[in-house]
């Protein structure tokens, strides 16, 4: 006859399963996954490039 499991067990199985994860990694995944953040970027700044916005109030673009 089979007894479940009680609720320490099932922890220590999944903390087992997570420390698994974390140290087997391959070396080409650690590399691709330690990459550059982008850069940030002013929310005003991007959609006046992007958007051809000028400074003016009134939309017109600087001539």
Known sequence: MKRS???HEKKIDTANHYDCLETDVREDA???????????VDVAQ???KKF???????G????
Do not use: C, H, W
């Open 5 to 7: 499991r009680v609720e």
């Open 52 to 58: 051809g916005i000028g400074g003016d109030a009134d």
């Open 46 to 48: 991007y959609m006046a």
């Open 60 to 63: 017109q673009k600087d001539s």
């Open 30 to 40: 650690r590399k691709n996954f330690n990459r550059q953040p982008y850069k940030s």
